[in-house]
């Protein structure tokens, strides 16, 4: 069972629509027991790291997110989603995330108009099974004004405007892409696929 966690944010019935596109049955749901039975998670979401935070908490998602993180489950954090599996966003006065990963999300640059809206290309770092359906210097769709500012370990791709812009990132079983797939036409499609066979590659692996 694929899970698109529900917390109020994020373009959930696009994203569950380009899923289904694909063929990768998705169910948007927030109930924890649901959640427990994920065989991955997809972690959208748009608007601010606090007030997001503050609603993974209202609805104690935040421990099963990590529990599921920890016992190996695919997970996929997109947008302001792929921000929330770091330790911290200096956003208002800061707030702490999920800690999935070491970083922190800082503020894009003003000498770039922000919000950043718009399509750039993606500059691979290393070769991995999650965009081996893409190539470099095909464009994807943002939507942000803060980015992740890491080792940059985790990084499979980036793209630049104002600085260097994590796009596509891989920790073991924690995924995140800071575009919108779902807005992002063929190359956004060709993503999804990738982590959907991610995704029953390590079911198969787990049996």
């Known amino acids: 069972m694929n899970i698109i966690i529900d917390y109020g944010v994020g373009n959930l019935d696009s994203l569950k629509r380009a899923c289904e596109e694909i063929g990768f049955p998705v169910i948007i749901s927030n ?3 649901v959640i427990k039975q994920a065989s991955s998670i997809i972690l959208p979401g748009v608007g601010a790291f606090e007030a997001a935070m ?4 209202r609805l104690s998602l935040i421990e099963i997110i990590k529990s599921k993180a920890k016992s190996g489950t695919p997970i996929l954090g997109i ?4 921000q929330l599996l770091y330790e911290f966003s200096e956003e208002n006065l800061g707030t702490n995330g999920l800690g999935l990963i070491q970083g922190q999300v800082k503020q894009i640059p003003d000498i770039v108009k922000v919000p950043h809206m718009g399509w750039n290309k993606l500059n691979f ?3 991995e099974s999650l965009v081996k359906y893409v190539n470099e210097g095909e464009y994807v769709y943002f939507v942000h004004s ?3 500012s890491s080792s940059n370990n985790e990084l499979l791709a980036y793209s ?5 812009i994590p796009a596509i990132i891989k920790s073991g079983n924690i995924y995140g892409m800071q575009f919108h797939p779902e807005k ?3 190359t956004g499609l060709n993503l999804l696929k990738a982590f959907k066979e991610l995704c029953l590659y390590d079911s198969i692996s787990s049996n």
Do not use: D
């Open 54 to 57: 503050i609603e993974l908490e």
């Open 160 to 164: 630049e405007y104002g600085v260097k």
């Open 146 to 148: 803060f980015y992740v």
């Open 125 to 127: 770092t290393k070769e």
């Open 79 to 82: 947008c302001l989603g792929m």
């Open 184 to 186: 992002s036409a063929e």
């Open 31 to 33: 109930e924890i027991e």
